[in-house]
């Protein structure tokens, strides 16, 4: 198990390395000039190859790569080029808004999505799974960014239940502020996870060990629960796992809309502003974040599953 780990974690470090590389090299294809695009088109030119410098883009493609591994092996990724602010200071600023969308999201989705999947399971064919199966579907269909469109339409115009844009102050208002962010973003993921749980149940229950637990004469809900969930809630682990991503990105529309701060709003602006440093910066912390939320779903399904430990 510790080699597994070991090996997962090397691999994610790899990886992360790859994806800075890759960025690099899409955002120097951009077409124009980042100096010119940050102090507009009637900066002289001094102005320009000074503010190119500052940047370090006066140097080769491969040196500016070269330096910034070197940088951020020393916890530094650069400053922003307008404030002149820690680019790590402003991205872990607004890291806990996006952290806290996505985990709200994903979580409500997993505690409505894994018990209506394992009930519709255990009454396959019946009316209920039905009418399961069809709303899972219809929410997996929809993109969030139309449900977080209607639902500010329904729950804050037309209602006035639930603030539109912002983030709120304080706890409580936070919350609040949270609500319709979240079912924009983890609606779909209830449908993902509910039809996952119900496929892995009925697999479950066809295998041996579920056949001889009822020789033996257990009851059905003690078998449901102990013999046939733990196995098929994995699927869905590992489905959360590898949708970090996902979650991530429609994040990143849900912020804009709500107008929320956070990664994907931060994103969104230093592209629009060619502002490097923070594009790098955000996109670091968040590919960190992916590949972090994989290794520990595959960590999380080796201790969960015998099977897995064994082959480790």
């Known amino acids: 198990m510790a080699l597994y780990a070991i090996q997962r974690l090397l691999l994610s470090v790899l990886i992360i390395a790859v994806a800075v590389c890759l960025l690099n090299i899409m955002l120097h294809l951009v077409p124009g000039d980042p100096a010119v695009m940050i102090l507009g088109p009637r900066a002289t030119p001094e102005l320009i190859e000074k503010t190119r410098v500052e940047m370090g883009l006066d140097q080769p493609f491969l040196i500016q790569m070269a330096t910034f591994f ?4 020393r916890g530094d990724m650069g400053v922003d080029v307008f404030t002149g602010r820690s680019v790590t200071t ?29 009930y519709s399971a255990l009454r396959r ?7 399961t199966g069809i709303l899972s579907v219809g929410t997996i269909s929809i993109p969030s960014f139309v449900m977080a469109l209607y639902g500010t339409l329904i729950f804050a115009v037309w209602l006035g239940w639930l603030p539109a844009i912002g983030a709120g102050e ?26 996952i749980v119900r496929a892995a149940m ?14 033996f004469g257990l009851r059905e809900g003690r078998i449901a629960r102990g013999y046939v969930l733990r196995i098929a809630v994995l699927p869905a682990v590992t489905l959360i796992g590898a949708g970090v991503a996902h979650l991530f990105s429609a ?8 107008a929320r701060p956070g990664i994907g709003a931060l994103i969104v602006s230093a592209v629009n502003e060619r502002n490097y440093p923070i594009v790098l910066g955000a996109v670091l ?21 015998p099977r897995q430990r064994e082959g480790l």
């Open 90 to 118: 402003i991205v872990m600023e607004a890291l806990p808004f996006t952290l806290a969308l996505i985990s709200a999201s994903i979580a409500w989705a997993a505690l409505i999505g894994i018990p209506l999947g394992a």
């Open 125 to 131: 064919n019946t009316w209920i799974d039905r009418i």
């Open 285 to 305: 912390i968040t590919t960190a974040i992916i590949v972090l939320a994989t290794l520990i779903s595959d960590l999380v399904i080796a201790w969960l599953d």
């Open 70 to 73: 070197g940088n951020l092996l």
């Open 170 to 195: 304080g706890f409580g208002d936070q919350v609040v502020h949270l609500i319709l962010p979240a079912f924009a973003v983890g609606v779909s993921w209830v449908g993902y996870i509910a039809r």
């Open 251 to 258: 994040a990143v529309f849900v912020e804009v809309i709500f």
């Open 202 to 215: 009925l697999e479950v229950m066809g295998e041996n060990h579920v056949r001889m637990a009822r020789a």
